[in-house]
């Protein structure tokens, strides 16, 4: 299977269980829009609980807020978004479609290391066992000539996005004779830039309209709030101040499912510091954040940094975490150091002071920020991919199975009546209540128990208790386990304490550094 069906399948399969529909489906959707069914919600809770209780639970000094999506516009003129929240797009007059220019020059680049790809796979064929991989990179013609264009290319795009220049990204285009993949012509429009945030009005006409826009990250909330918390909270730098909410993004490409979306989630977190301290700290959240995320157990191998090396005007090293989904790896969390930048720019913009008292120096100043920023949907994407079996079993079977987390998944244990009577779905129900106040738990009744065994590593559900007729004699069950499908008997009794080890989200924080 190429990992092109293979995430044909995750979306599918995402579907069908209950974990995310396109948004307002009835209506044949809307792009780069979906929703989170009965199981997408938990595991996104899930997600959601594990983040929050790392960053304020396992630390003193973070504490979390809640801001509003609404924010005064003045915000995004301070933090930059107004003028600068751009992408460069492009339309094709025939198909009437829009693209994003750096993305349409970024396919052909991944379409000439395919290329590429392919001539060192034919060369491998023929040459069997004594293929030298590097050497015939660096010496054949003909990958030496799609290596130089693609090469030349990208870096006229690196600089072209450097500059800002709108026209040499046009002339890239035509120069790689890219074609609409819709209409197939090259008729291409200028390159215009496009502002990413959504706009709306507050307040009725009468009163004078007023524009808004729904905010495209959730990071200025925190910085506009960074006085409030520091005093009410009486915290003291280093500190940190998390948030999980929802962003918007005009995205004008908007593919691979929930990986980029038009209405997502963040989850944030701002580390004020000394000025001078901030690349330590830096480097020491890059440490923090990547064993966050190896704890999940997918293999450490899953997941690479890449540090940036163009910086944003206000970062002084920048990185991301870098994920390997079924098409290639992409983004996860970005982790800056953005010196004081949102801080003085809200001091200039709102005429107030933003600065620290710091009684151990003695000094007032304006604190640096290094950010942790992370989407949701992305880590929902992210255990979605990582978890997606399909397996052969010894009898011939096939199961699909998401090995999702224990912790993290969406139901923790399904309580299975081998049949609908002689008393098992009342042993049953008195499992459940005995687990429902601490777990999320699902009662299933309805066919074979192998089917029902089915249903539920389709979700990921990590633990199976099955009541038979030996039950109403020992007060034993059975426990099967998702992973393995090993089967073992234990007392009712023992239930809570081998549930709470398996699935509680103390294994994950034991594992963090
Ligand atoms: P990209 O380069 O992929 O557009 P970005 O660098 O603009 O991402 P940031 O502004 O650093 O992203 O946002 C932080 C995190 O928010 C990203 O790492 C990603 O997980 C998430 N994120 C950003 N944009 C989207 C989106 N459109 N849909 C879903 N998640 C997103």
Redesign the pocket.
Known sequence: MTQEELFKKLIAHSKEYGFIFPSSEIYDGLS?VYDYGQMGVELKNNIKKYWWDSMTRLHENIVGIDAAIFMHPKTWEASGHVSAFNDPLIDNRDSKKRYRADVLIEDWLAKQDEKIGKEVEKARKRFGESFDEQMFRQTNPRVQEHQAKRDQIHERMTKALNDNDLTELRQIILDCEIACPISGTRNWTEVRQFNLMFETKIGSVAEGANTIYLR??TAQGIFVNFLNVQKTGRMKIPFGIAQIGK?F?N?IV?RQF?????E???M?MQFFVRPGEELNWFKQWKATRMSWHRALGFGDDKYRFHDHDKLAHYANAAT??EFEFPFGF?????I?SRTDFDLSQHQKFSGRKMQYFDPETGESYVPYVIET???????VLQVLSAAFTEEKLENGEERVVLRIPAPIAPVKVAVLPLVKKDGLPEIAREIIASLKFDHNVQYDEKDSIGKRYRRQDAIGTPLCVTVDHQTLEDRTVTVRHRDTMEQHRVAIAELPSIVENEVSLRTLFAKLV
């Open positions: 780069a495209p990250e962003a993004r995205e908007a929930i990986f980029r979306m038009r997502f989630e963040q944030e991301d975490i992409k983004e996860v969390e970005g800056h920023s992370i989407g949701v949907d992305r880590m």
